[in-house]
Nanobody, 122 residues
Framework: QVQLVESGGGLVQTGGSLRLSCAAS????????TGWFRQAPGKEREFVAA????????RYADSVKGRFTISRDNAKNTVYLQMDGLKPEDTAVYYC???????????????WGQGTQVTVSS
């Protein structure tokens, strides 16, 4: 199983941007479909975006379409989430997850990172 470490979270004002990174180690990363999820206080973990192992297919939650972009660099074993046009409702802990041969979802993944906090002030 790969190990995942997220970075790049922080405090940003409404309309600002952040880029999250998810660095993988300990496995052949390009066979893992990888996704970003988030969990706000008092809410369940929800899907944000996902990308196939080779990067050719992507999926987004409706709430982030047009604002967030997921990408990956398999040479660096890293998946990115570029977040533009941030809103206060995007405030959450963001988690990276990877799954082999299937799309990860909030209840099914082979590996999870520890999370990184994103806070958007109004």
């Amino acid at each position: 199983q790969v190990q995942l470490v997220e970075s790049g979270g922080g405090l940003v004002q409404t309309g600002g941007s952040l880029r999250l990174s998810c660095a993988a180690s300990g496995g052949t990363f390009n066979i893992y479909l990888t996704g970003w999820f988030r969990q706000a206080p008092g809410k369940e973990r929800e899907f944000v975006a996902a990308i196939s192992g080779g990067g050719g297919m992507t999926r987004y939650a409706d709430s982030v379409k047009g604002r967030f972009t997921i990408s990956r660099d398999n040479a660096k074993n890293t998946v990115y989430l570029q977040m533009d046009g941030l809103k206060p409702e995007d405030t959450a802990v963001y988690y990276c997850a990877a799954a082999k041969a299937r799309w990860p979802n909030s209840r099914d993944a082979d590996s999870w990172g520890q999370g990184t906090q994103v806070t958007v002030s109004s």
